[in-house]
């Protein structure tokens, strides 16, 4: 099973942001760093989201397990449901391209379990 690692950073809320993906299951280990523009933290953490998914689709990974250390993700991901209408429209996205897999799973992390993501979403923001 492929075990994705996905992270969303903002320096400011709103600020620069980046999306860090690490994909372990896998030889050699995949690391992504996707500088995101001006958003707000939780945006970055469903963009990170949206980043491993493609990723994984575009790989062709039918069985994937996700973990974050956004709960808010996490929650919206497994009610299939967010409040925040400023989410919805990623939410639909990401729900459609989980549909393509055999098997998907996500889980809440702590922080302390996310650091390679962590770090790959703070490279990210640097890039910019």
């Not at 969303?8 to 942001?17: F, I």
């Not at 958003?39 to 069985?63: D, G, P, Q, R, V």
């Not at 209408?85 to 998907?104: G, K, R, V, W």
Request: charged share 25%; proline share 6%.
């Amino acid at each position: 099973m492929i075990e994705v690692y996905i992270d969303g950073a903002s320096k400011g809320n709103p600020g620069p942001s980046g999306a860090g993906v690490f994909i372990k299951g896998i030889q050699p280990p995949v690391e992504l760093t996707v500088p995101l523009g001006i958003m707000s933290n939780h945006e970055a953490e469903y963009h990170a989201l949206l980043t491993a998914l493609k990723y994984c689709t575009e790989h062709n990974y039918k069985i994937v397990s996700f973990r974050t250390d956004s709960q808010l993700v996490e929650r919206a991901i497994e009610k299939q449901y967010v409040k925040n209408p400023l989410y919805a429209p990623l939410l639909d996205e990401a729900l459609e391209m989980i549909q393509q897999f055999d098997l998907f799973f996500i889980k809440w992390i702590p922080s302390s379990q996310n650091k390679a993501a962590d770090e790959l979403a703070r490279k990210a923001i640097q890039k910019k």
